[in-house]
């Protein structure tokens, strides 16, 4: 049985790792998968699929941020505004994937996307710092 | 007509967008770090002020 207070990981960690992180990246690994096996033109990487995993992550980091019991306002009013930008501009850039237009760099966006789920979840792992640190 | 110029402007703030949105998080993420690292040391100090 594995003991994770001692490795430094609560189950609420362990929660999140699974439940968010792995839950929002199977669009990402189910696609990398067929783009491996499948001899036909399937893209590595998609923008709905990172998409999809940024919005699966700020919708926790709201959620979780929520549930802080000892919060520190400055930094709760912080992590929810990032998180709502962040929001606001996948929703964006989906809908951009949904009409395409000659006019939009599709690989400049995909580069942009990509940064944004790297920036997406290094707040993730700011959020779970704060829970290891308020749960000792 | 309105619907369509709606989408040029996004398509138009949208590059702008990402990058500002990622220069804002990686501060924040950083900021957020720091703070919790701040306070984290804030409280230790006080505990061992008070046990010792």
């Known amino acids: 049985m594995i003991d994770y207070k001692t490795i430094g990981m609560g189950e609420r960690t362990v929660n999140w790792l699974v439940y968010t992180c792995l839950v929002g990246l199977i669009p990402v690994i189910a696609r990398l998968a067929l783009w491996a096996v499948s001899r036909s033109d399937v893209e590595p990487l998609a923008i709905s699929d990172l998409v999809a995993f940024g919005l699966v992550l700020h919708s926790a980091n709201i959620n979780e941020v929520s549930r802080l019991k000892v919060a520190d306002p400055r930094w709760t009013s912080v992590q929810n505004g990032l998180s709502i930008i962040f929001l606001i501009l996948y929703g964006l850039i989906l809908f951009t994937t949904i009409l395409p237009s000659d006019k939009l760099d599709s690989s400049a966006l995909l580069k942009s996307t990509i940064g944004m789920a790297v920036v997406s979840f290094l707040l993730s792992l700011t959020v779970l710092h704060r829970i290891w640190s308020e749960e000792g | ?52």
């Not at chain 2, 998080?25 to 770090?33: D, E, P, R």
């Open chain 2, 1 to 52: 007509m309105t619907g369509l110029s709606i989408f040029a402007l996004i398509e138009r703030a949208l590059p702008a967008a990402s990058i500002i949105a990622v220069a804002l998080g990686s501060a924040g993420a950083a900021w957020s770090y720091i703070h919790t690292r701040k306070r984290y040391y804030e409280e230790f100090k006080k505990r061992r002020h008070r046990d010792s």
